[in-house]
């Protein structure tokens, strides 16, 4: 099959960007794409594949979002914001409900943070703290700053679904060694987190920032999650290293959203959505192989105005 897509990013989390809404393919299908697209290896890569999908009464657009071993998550907030701009520029709306796998987000078109960087804030949550629906096998229901006796770490670490399952725990420097053991005991569904977890270590800067390293399920260390920014905005709150209602700037490898969480667990995000290239590419579902890619314009323009805000935003901080 051949397919045209967008290569975007948010956040420097990046992804192909499929609209999908005229496309029939099977799940095991998408899967199949998901895994020949995101693969480091191939002509394309990315953390994982985003499509735009067709909405309802309820629902603008619909989102699915796969990781790179072809499982998909519950949501994915950097990608979301992607999605959204596609979903504004194809239906000619700048805000929208959209359907996620499992609850809806309120996404809405935002004047540019900085020239030439679009931007889409995103509201989703409500952040919650039962584990008994991940399900986590622990002696109590939730885990706000404690320690987890089956993983490699002495950190004590809250758990946060927004929808999708996240295990914070604020360090005092980030051992990315000890953040990949523990992401990868998640990573291999034992008997107590049978449905896997993303796994984030948190610092807090100086001036009440934060900065988050996540091991995201299903794609490993990665340079941002936007999910695991918000559950840590969320959760530097409810453990009081921030102050509910208040925007906070979370910084990660591939640079910075803001973020606020409010007391009933809603968090919003504002953040870049960034088309880096488009261009199409044939695809053996079969053999989940892709090839013959072809560029059909390229957005350096963006990719510009993006470094140039991230430079200026971390000479700032």
Known sequence: MRIDFIKC??????????????????????????????????PVGGDGLL?????DADHAFGMVMRNSDGSEAETCLNGLRCVARLGFERLGIDRATVRLKTSHAEVEREA??????????????????????WPMA??????VERIIPQLPSGWRFTAVAIPNPHLIAFVEAIDEAELVAVGRACEAAPDW???????SFVTV???????????????GLTDSCGSAMAASTYAACLTERATFGRTLTVYNAGGLVRG??????????????????????????A????????????????????GAAVEHARAAG
């Open 9 to 42: 990013h948010g956040s420097g989390n990046d992804f192909p960007l499929i609209d999908a809404r005229g496309i029939e393919r099977s799940d095991d299908d998408w899967a199949a794409v998901a895994r020949a697209l995101a693969d480091r290896r191939g």
């Open 51 to 55: 499509l735009l999908t067709a909405g």
């Open 112 to 133: 540019d943070v900085a020239p030439g960087v679009v931007t889409v804030a995103e509201r989703a949550g409500p952040a919650l703290l039962d584990v008994r629906d």
């Open 138 to 143: 622990i002696t109590e229901h939730e885990n």
């Open 193 to 199: 987190l049978p449905n896997r977890a993303n796994v």
């Open 205 to 219: 800067r100086a001036d009440g920032d934060l900065f988050v390293r996540t091991f995201e399920r299903g794609v």
């Open 260 to 285: 606020c969480a409010e007391a009933d667990g809603m968090v919003q995000l504002l953040g870049n959505a960034t088309f880096e290239w488009e261009g199409s590419i044939e695809v053996d579902v």
């Open 287 to 306: 053999a989940e192989r892709a090839g013959d890619l072809t560029v059909t314009r390229h957005h350096n323009d963006e990719i510009a105005a993006w």
